[in-house]
């Protein structure tokens, strides 16, 4: 397998790579820089018509694109531990929260990165900046939904670390970034970052 990263602050690969170390899989890795525009370039196409990352290239030459795609492959192959749930109930959680992450924050930050970051200007033939601020209440609802959910929990799905808390990190990372800190009001949430952000999982590069 070959496995194309892009490094942080790209949410999506960073996603994966924290999900393989969690298996303790090493992938062979070939990195792809946005900001030297490879994921544009004719040898990277071939890879991924799209021009996304991550990819992952299988041995007989498919490509699996998508993070959670790429991951859901390595629980398959990889098994232990089982970060997509071990009982039907712990699946449908964790599906729940990845799908809840994706759509109630990941949208929102996207759209504030995409309208209103400085680095954003040079590639976005039009910023709608009045469009990327108004997602800003979206997002605080968001961390709030999941600071209330961290009250009865350890972790967002449940009691063990799961491919949903990996995709709150990598996005809440990503957020900050942007310039969107989480709110020290949610104690929940702080205290659940800097657990989780200690795993030697979340330094994979």
Known sequence: MLFYDTPD??????????FAAEKGVALPTQTISIAKGEHRGDAYLAV????????????????????LSICRYLEALYTDPPLFGATALESARI???????ELRLMV??????????????RVMPHQFTDFGESNRPLVDRALALCDAA????????GEQFSV???TLLTTIDFATFVG???????????DWHRRVSARPSAKAV
């Open 48 to 67: 991924n018509p799209l021009g996304q990352t991550p990819a992952l290239v299988l041995d007989d030459g498919e490509v699996l694109t998508e993070s």
């Open 150 to 157: 961290l009250g009865e929990t350890p972790y967002l799905a």
């Open 164 to 166: 949903a808390d990996i």
């Open 180 to 190: 969107l800190t989480v709110p020290e009001d949610l104690v929940r949430l702080n």
């Open 95 to 101: 599906d729940m929260w990845v799908r809840r992450i």
């Open 9 to 18: 602050p790209a949410p999506n690969p960073r996603r994966v790579r924290i």
């Open 108 to 121: 929102p930050v996207g759209a504030i990165w995409a309208h209103t970051h400085p680095f954003m200007a």
